[in-house]
């Protein structure tokens, strides 16, 4: 028997077992996808931050119902993650309810082939600096079970720090680089997006043990 080749690529899938439409869990793992399986909206919630999922499937036609509900949760929780809706022939469901509505019915043929180009990139224009990894591509960052979009921005500014880990990048850099500027005199506008990307990669921006200030001179990012 060949094996299907491994993807990298975690699927969270929630599905239930109405028998009057096909499950996509075994089909999704034969594919070769890291696949996590939730029962319910609410299993899918407690799962999502420790799953740390590429793409979320709900396939709602299994659990007799629109999706739009759990959906709308899934995106409360995380914003950033994409939504494949599966639903029964009859639902009516805008489109607009997940990132990508298919309904039945369809092949896994097809789903992959839906699926496959939602995920993040191969890599080929990806950072990784110990813990934190930057799609730059797709613009976002994971770090520790955080999924965060990133604005084009604060991507130039996170890449300008894991250019240079553990070396202290001063304001002035910092500024020519992201801002195209030699002014600093608004030091408000970098101390703002820090701190926006102290959310989207520390555990307790509050306590950052990531990006550190050094007072005077500029930060630092210890992974």
Same mark, same amino acid.
């Given at each position: 028997?060949?094996?299907?080749?491994?993807?990298?690529?975690?699927?969270?899938?929630?599905?239930?077992?109405?028998?009057?439409?096909?499950?996509?869990?075994?089909?999704?793992?034969? @594919?070769?996808?890291?696949?996590?399986?939730? #029962?319910?909206?609410? *299993?899918?919630? $407690?799962?999502?931050? !420790?799953? &740390?999922?590429?793409?979320?499937?709900?396939?709602?036609?299994?659990?007799?119902?629109?999706?739009?509900?759990?959906?709308?949760?899934?995106?409360?929780?995380?914003?950033?993650?994409?939504?494949?809706?599966?639903?029964?022939?009859?639902?009516?469901?805008?489109?607009?309810?997940?990132?990508?509505?298919?309904?039945?019915?369809?092949?896994?043929?097809?789903?992959?082939?839906?699926? @496959?180009?939602?995920?993040?990139?191969?890599? #080929?224009?990806?950072? *990784?600096?110990? $813990?934190?990894?930057? !799609?730059? &591509?797709?613009?976002?960052?994971?770090?520790?079970?955080?999924?965060?979009?990133?604005?084009?921005?604060?991507?130039?500014?996170?890449?300008?720090?894991?250019?240079?880990?553990?070396?202290?990048?001063?304001?002035?850099?910092?500024?020519?680089?992201?801002?195209?500027?030699?002014?600093?005199?608004?030091?408000?506008?970098?101390?703002?997006?820090?701190?926006?990307?102290?959310?989207?990669?520390?555990?307790?921006?509050?306590?950052? #043990?990531?990006?550190?200030?050094?007072?005077?001179?500029?930060?630092?990012? &210890?992974?």
């Amino acid at each position: 028997m060949v094996r299907a080749k491994a993807i990298d690529a975690t699927v969270l899938i929630i599905e239930g077992k109405h028998a009057d439409f096909p499950s996509f869990t075994i089909p999704l793992q034969k @594919k070769g996808f890291d696949l996590r399986v939730a #029962k319910s909206g609410t *299993q899918a919630l $407690a799962q999502l931050k !420790d799953a &740390d999922p590429d793409i979320l499937v709900v396939n709602a036609a299994s659990m007799r119902s629109s999706g739009i509900r759990i959906c709308k949760k899934l995106q409360e929780q995380d914003a950033s993650t994409p939504i494949i809706l599966i639903i029964a022939p009859d639902k009516k469901v805008s489109d607009d309810a997940a990132t990508l509505v298919l309904r039945h019915p369809f092949t896994i043929q097809k789903l992959t082939n839906r699926i @496959k180009p939602l995920l993040p990139s191969d890599g #080929k224009n990806t950072l *990784q600096t110990g $813990a934190i990894r930057l !799609d730059l &591509d797709r613009k976002r960052v994971r770090c520790l079970g955080q999924n965060t979009r990133l604005t084009p921005r604060l991507v130039m500014l996170l890449q300008t720090l894991m250019e240079s880990p553990g070396e202290v990048v001063e304001r002035e850099e910092l500024f020519k680089k992201v801002w195209e500027t030699d002014y600093i005199g608004d030091t408000r506008t970098l101390d703002v997006h820090i701190s926006w990307l102290r959310k989207a990669i520390e555990p307790d921006p509050t306590k950052p #043990k990531f990006l550190r200030t050094i007072r005077g001179v500029g930060y630092r990012l &210890d992974v």
